[in-house]
């Protein structure tokens, strides 16, 4: 079996390397290290029943043959073990067969299937007329593509009751509902799905069928799939399904060596916040659970402030744009006009500094006012996720600003915020502990208005008093943000 891991894992790294990215994007492919299968195997508990295994998007059989090994290894008394394994690219078929024929020869009583079908459609006409198989063991590295409303693959996911936006998610809906009761499914996948609106039905899903057992983090980005251009953050998560929800098990390591592994249980209330409508999954490290200490926190709704993203979109009124301000124009402010926190207009960019009033889009105008940007879009350099900046009356020309689609406003109603509020604001978003809130749902550096809705704030009084302070000070930095946050969170 080592040897077999050795071939496995000269198999990916030629695939990596000598396979075109067009052939990969076709089939959302990445396969999956050997270090990183053996550690997704060693994951389930061990078992003396019949293993039922299924492998969607099986690749080369990687995962398969890292669970195969284990059980050898550890000499489990089953008395049978069959995979089924699914891969529709021709081109890894007889190596995945035959890797799957050699490690499955260790056991006296297997048998394998090997399916060049499509996963998603074979399985939602066959649960659909309840024809499926079942199985107690799924691992799982799902293809990731994006996947339109219209599409085969929406319409298959809907057999199973799941509405999503990306083929890993309706692949895992896909094998949830052919996990039976108490199964485990072990799965890599992107990040994505813990927050954002277009995941919510997902995380409903998984929520409704299987409790949440392990989660585990990388917390080097891009370690996971380090052969390959795997931008995504990725995590292993496993579920069991129909079981009691209990603690959940975090372990994290930055890279897929699993050296300096940690690991810890937390509440399930840790992973998701009691009342919290969007369904968010939170992913706490270690120091983020010891340094918690806001306990009592209020809702944007709960202070009456909005967020909303800049309503100018403006590829669809390019006639309307200007490179200088000039009359019967407002001012538009884009990601290039913050600097360190406050208004930096006009700016020499490629970006335009104005826009022409017109029927078209004067009720897209904000008065004149005070009101806090933050960046839908951070870089990767940055290192926060959550930049906020400030706009005052001081920084109006005339009576109106527009603001551009890349940037998250805060609001009272498409009206100002009061002097106070807006500094608060300010120095809360801004602040380290924000920051690492935030990291607990998304592992990637877009900020979404829902995203921002879903962050704790400090109540109207303390959030106030936190406004007074900041705008008493001329120099603003990270370590002043953070002085002040922390009278809220001691």
């Known amino acids: 079996m080592f040897a077999l891991a050795e071939t496995l894992e000269k198999e990916r790294i030629s695939h990596a390397v000598e396979t075109s990215v067009n052939h990969k994007e076709s089939f959302g492919q990445y396969f999956t290290p050997y270090p990183i299968a053996k550690f997704m195997s060693s994951l389930f508990p061990a078992t003396d029943k019949k293993i039922k295994l ?60 090997i399916f ?7 399985t939602s006409f066959e649960y659909t007329w309840k024809i499926n198989e079942t199985y107690t063991h799924v691992i799982m590295n799902p293809p990731y593509k994006k996947i339109l409303t219209n599409s085969k693959e929406r319409q298959s996911a809907r057999a199973f009751g799941l509405e999503t936006v990306n083929l890993y998610s309706a692949f895992m809906g896909a094998a949830v509902s052919l996990t039976e009761d108490n199964g485990y499914i072990v799965a890599i996948v992107p990040r994505s799905f813990c927050n954002g609106v277009y995941y919510k ?18 917390e080097s980005r891009d370690k996971a799939f380090k052969d390959e251009a795997v931008l995504q953050e ?12 209990r603690n959940v098990k975090i372990s994290y390591c930055n890279d897929d060596s699993f050296i300096g592994l940690y ?32 306990t009592a926190y209020s809702s944007l709704k709960d202070l009456g402030i909005k967020v909303s993203t800049g309503p100018i979109v403006d590829f669809r009124m390019k006639n309307l744009l200007l490179k200088d301000y000039a009359p019967k124009s407002v001012p538009l402010i884009y990601s290039v006009h913050l600097k360190n926190h406050r208004l930096s207009w006009p700016q020499e960019s490629k970006k335009p500094n104005a826009i022409l009033k017109s029927d078209e889009v004067n009720k897209q105008f904000f008065p004149k006012g005070f009101y806090v940007l933050v960046k839908r879009f951070s870089t990767k350099e940055e290192a926060k996720r959550i930049v906020a900046s400030i706009i005052t009356p001081d920084d109006f020309v005339n009576n109106c600003i527009a603001f551009e689609n890349h940037l998250n406003v805060f609001h009272l109603n498409k009206n100002t915020l009061s002097e106070n509020m807006a500094y608060g604001l300010v120095c809360w978003l801004n602040s380290t502990y924000i920051d690492g809130k935030f990291r607990l749902f998304s592992g990637h550096t877009q900020v979404n208005a829902t995203d921002l809705q879903n962050l704790p704030y400090p109540d109207r009084e303390d959030l106030e008093n936190l406004g007074k302070q900041l705008k008493s000070k001329k120099e603003w930095n990270q370590n002043l943000f953070d002085k002040l946050s922390k009278v809220i969170t001691k």
């Open 54 to 113: 299924l492998d969607p998007g099986a690749g080369i059989g990687v995962l398969s043959c890292s669970f195969m090994e284990r059980i050898a290894k550890e000499k489990w008394n089953i008395p049978a073990i069959h995979i089924s394994a699914y891969d529709i690219d021709n081109d890894v078929y007889d190596a995945l067969n035959e890797n799957i024929a050699s490690s499955s020869s260790a056991f006296k009583k297997s048998d394998y299937e």
């Open 116 to 122: 060049s079908e499509d996963f998603l459609e074979k």
């Open 201 to 218: 039905s997902f995380r409903e899903f998984i929520l409704r069928n299987c409790a949440i057992k392990h989660i585990h983090l990388f």
């Open 234 to 245: 990725n995590i292993i998560i496993m579920l069991q399904k129909n079981a009691e929800q």
């Open 263 to 294: 690991e810890f249980d937390v509440p399930f209330n840790q992973i998701l916040h009691e009342n919290d409508s969007e369904k968010y999954f939170n992913i706490p490290i270690k120091q983020q659970i010891e340094n918690e200490k806001l």
